[in-house]
């Protein structure tokens, strides 16, 4: 780049040119909601069979497109900011350096070059020195031999004239290798010929996404960086704090930064988590694409002594020893996400609302939170934690349970305004034997669970204080035990269901108000008794070695009725066993949902 390019460049023209596309990517994101929550939800209300179908599955594609649209341009604005951001710090570099030969009266020349004049004679016999040209000059060493020559020069004017000089060359430096870093970038963040967003599209924006990021990096610093291990409050008053353009940059750069960020609004941290999830989704699939198929004959018999035992194949054994783990984790890991995205696909039917992908990770045994409504604009938030073998791969079961819950308050309570959440969001045990007899998975998880339910008090920007409830299932439970015992809960109701034992003695100690925590405790359910051992709590009047689960009468939580209630159209169903609380049309679910909504008069107890 040269002077004359660098001194008329307006990088305002850049700022606008990233409005628009800011501004494009917003409409986009604006036509996907519209599309999933507007228009498929209507269609469900009043259509159904295969044109429902064949409809939903289009839009579904269309939505697809806009969500394409929405990162890519966003990409596109972030890096028209950061080129602009670039252009225009060398540039007034160079306004500087002009303006400071304006003010000594020296010629700067096109090729960034300074005359001088000549200098002041010392005396009235010597000739005055010599006037001349400095050029510009990047390299270190050989501007340290320029300052070491200006000493030696009997006119000062050429010290002064060779910096200003290597200051031109260092604007003009820096300019052209901000243009040459960038114009790459620029030229990717563009789509294929087609309009079918495919996993390998998805790849690239993910490319597209380092690459911004790697070329934005001063930009990126310029802009105040969230809290490092900050409050929800510290989250959302750095967020509130953010111009639209840097929020769009942070936004497109570091999503998975942003959707972890408890605190941040739900539908900004929904947005950034559905990214990660269309990147790592599109990521996984390829990747398992490229893993060959484990071989069909798995199993074998031999001979070992006078029986015959099943063995696995060498064929097999070579297989899952190169690709065995990676193939199991790929396969679990999209099987969660296809089960977020069944979720998100449900949104309107029954009348269900929207989802909110509140937290994704696919890393380990992967994290997910999924809310059914906007928490932060409804009365009433329902937080559940799954217990032992929860996973991503799982978490399907454990939404659908919240799904029940959401459509069983709208019965209980009619248009009650409620925010049904699924709170995966730690390391679950994964083992009823090896795993979960151990404590330290509810001590680990406790402090991301209080910071979560902290969180939903600071993006909650609805009408009057919301009624919140913790819930809790067998190993759930023990994590909602453990931050109640080790910090705030932040939270109006406990429920427990199928509890083990919840580290604490009694009621009192579960950080609500008295009277507000309730257990269930099914017909056929072993864990709470066979678990009390282990996550038993116990209160020091009744002396050691007394280890009281929530379903002990000394705990002091109301019982909740789980057996089949009433007769008719109005019956209830009982529920058997640790899995069935939050079946439909049960007992358990509708006390559940009578606490969720505020209405705990209406509970029933056990007969």
């Known amino acids: 780049m040269d002077l004359a390019t660098l001194k008329a460049l307006k990088p305002s023209e850049w700022q ?25 939800a209507g269609m469900r209300k009043s259509l159904k069979g295969d044109a ?30 950061g080129f602009a951001f670039d252009m225009d710090a060398a540039q007034k570099k160079l306004q500087s350096a002009l303006d400071d030969a304006e003010a000594h009266k020296f010629t700067v020349n096109s090729d960034g070059s300074v005359t ?23 390299d270190p060493t050989a501007q340290a031999i320029d300052r070491q020559a200006a000493g030696f020069d009997p006119n000062p004017n050429f010290g002064l004239a060779q910096g200003i000089a290597d200051r031109i060359a260092g604007a003009l430096e820096e300019a052209t290798e901000g243009d040459a870093k960038w114009s790459p970038k620029l030229r990717a963040l563009k789509a294929d010929d087609d309009l079918t967003v495919s996993k390998h599209d998805l790849k690239d924006a993910q490319s597209d996404m380092g690459g911004v990021r790697d070329a934005g990096k001063a930009y990126l610093d310029s802009i105040k960086a969230p809290p490092k ?43 950034a988590n559905r990214i990660v999830l269309g990147e790592k989704e599109a ?18 018999w031999i001979t070992a002594g006078m029986y015959p035992s099943k063995v696995h194949t060498d064929e097999w054994m070579e297989w899952d020893k190169k690709y065995g783990d990676q193939y199991r984790h790929l396969n679990a890991s999209l099987n969660g996400m296809k089960a977020i995205h069944t979720r998100f696909d449900q949104t309107g039917k029954g009348g269900l609302p929207e989802a909110y992908l509140l937290g994704f990770s696919p890393e380990g045994n992967g994290r997910a939170i999924v809310a059914t409504g906007n928490p932060d604009t409804a009365q009433n938030q329902a937080v559940y934690v799954p217990g032992t073998t929860a996973s991503l791969d799982k978490v399907g079961g454990d939404i659908d349970r919240m799904t029940e819950l959401w459509r069983q308050t709208q019965e209980s309570q009619p248009g009650s305004s409620v925010s049904t959440i699924t709170w995966l969001g730690y390391d679950a045990p994964q083992d009823v034997v090896k795993d979960a007899p151990f404590e330290h998975y509810a001590y680990d998880g406790a402090p991301a669970y209080r910071q979560f339910m902290d969180g939903l008090d600071a993006s909650h920007n609805g009408p009057g204080e919301p009624h919140r409830t913790a819930i809790g299932h067998s190993y759930g439970t023990t994590l909602i035990g453990a931050a109640a015992q080790k910090g705030d809960l932040n939270a109006d109701d406990v429920i427990f269901a199928g509890s083990p034992g919840v580290k604490v003695g009694s009621a009192e100690e579960m950080d609500v108000p008295k009277g507000h925590v309730w257990n269930e405790e099914a017909d056929g359910d072993p864990v709470p008794d066979i678990g009390r051992w282990g996550h038993g ?61 505020g209405e705990p008069n209406d509970v029933t107890a056990p007969k």
């Open 229 to 271: 291990n900050g409050s929800p409050k510290e989250n959302a008053d750095w967020w509130k704090g953010l111009s639209p353009e840097e929020r769009e940059a942070y936004l497109s750069l570091h999503p998975d930064a942003v959707g972890k960020l408890d605190g941040v609004p739900s539908e900004i941290r929904d947005e």
């Open 116 to 138: 001088y004049p000549e200098g002041q004679p010392k005396n009235d016999v010597e000739a005055p020195p010599k006037g001349g040209t400095a050029g510009g000059r990047t």
């Open 537 to 597: 709590g116990s209160q020091w009047k009744l002396g050691g070695g007394t280890f009281l689960i929530p379903s002990d009468d000394q705990f002091g939580a109301h019982q909740m009725n789980t057996h089949a209630e009433g007769s008719g159209p109005t019956a209830t169903k009982g529920s058997e066993g640790h899995s069935e609380y939050w079946n439909k049309d049960t007992t358990a679910l509708k006390n559940q949902a009578l606490v969720v909504v």
């Open 16 to 40: 606008d040119a990233a409005d628009g596309y800011r501004a494009t990517s917003d409409m986009a994101g604006a036509a996907k909601d519209h599309i999933d929550n507007v228009v498929v």
């Open 52 to 81: 429902l179908d064949a409809a939903v599955k289009e839009l579904g594609r269309l939505s697809a497109n806009f969500h394409y649209t929405q990162i890519e341009c966003g990409l596109v604005s972030t890096a028209l900011n």
């Open 283 to 300: 990521d996984y699939q390829i990747q398992l694409d490229g893993i060959p198929e484990p071989p069909a004959n798995e199993w074998t």
